[in-house]
């Protein structure tokens, strides 16, 4: 089984200053990772996705985010943040047959102005 | 294209009854999975159906069953509800076996009293 550990609960940052959500996972597999956004009331946004090949990932809305496989870590950035990146986010692992999903607890991110 | 939605919105039960949860995928998608999400938790995995056949479970007692339909939407049932099951149910669709890109219903929040 998989599981993901996401080592910040809430992380305040100050507009326009850069951000890093931290986020670890164990599997005694290869995995696929992902990252998803969730903002108020709402259901889950996928920011971006590791399946293979480069280990920096590309995303929506600038993200990014760096597979690290000797550190068993995925931790996603952005230069910097706007007010609207206020949001909580997810790290997630899934096995690669595909038929098992596992979230972290989440990070609340919080943009001060 | 239609994103996934679900019904109903908002559900107050009453605890031993059973409910049913209604999801339809996005236009195209063959795969549904359901999800659970306590305040302040990550969601937490309950199934996978692929074609009509549940094809993944998470760590769910058999109280909590689906359905998938020759339209690929699909219907989660819980039976004997607990107070332990008041939560956000998210269900998501993609396309193929594997969950590498998955889209987000906007939840149905349950509240078992």
């Known amino acids: 089984a998989q599981s993901v550990t996401q080592l910040d609960s809430q992380v305040p940052v100050f507009e326009e200053a850069p951000v890093e959500l931290r986020c670890n996972y164990s599997s005694s597999v290869s995995v696929y990772l992902f990252w998803y956004v969730q903002y108020p009331n709402q259901g889950l946004q996928l920011l971006l996705k590791y399946l293979s090949g480069s280990t920096l990932v590309k995303g929506i809305n600038g993200f990014e985010a760096e597979f690290n496989k000797s550190q068993t870590s995925f931790h996603l950035r952005k230069p910097s943040v706007h007010i609207s990146d206020t949001a909580e986010y997810f790290c997630a692992v899934s096995d690669r047959v595909g038929n098992q999903f596992y979230f972290g607890t989440g990070t609340s991110l919080t943009v001060i102005p | 294209e239609t994103g996934v939605t679900q019904s109903p919105t908002h559900l107050i039960k009453t605890r031993g009854q059973q409910v049913t949860l209604r999801c339809s995928s996005q236009?195209?998608?063959?795969?549904v999975s359901w999800y659970q999400q306590a305040l302040g938790q990550g969601p937490q995995f309950i199934f996978q159906?692929?074609?009509?056949?549940?094809?993944g479970r998470g760590n769910f007692p058999p109280r909590f069953s689906g359905l998938q339909f020759p339209n690929y939407s699909s219907e989660l049932n819980v039976n004997a509800l607990e107070l332990d099951d008041s939560a956000l149910y998210l269900c998501?669709?993609?396309?193929?076996?594997?969950?590498?890109?998955?889209?987000f219903g906007p939840g149905t929040r349950l509240t078992v009293t």
């Open positions: 159906y692929y074609r009509e056949e549940e094809n």
């Open positions: 236009s195209g998608h063959n795969t």
């Open positions: 998501a669709s993609s396309l193929g076996q594997g969950l590498y890109e998955q889209y």
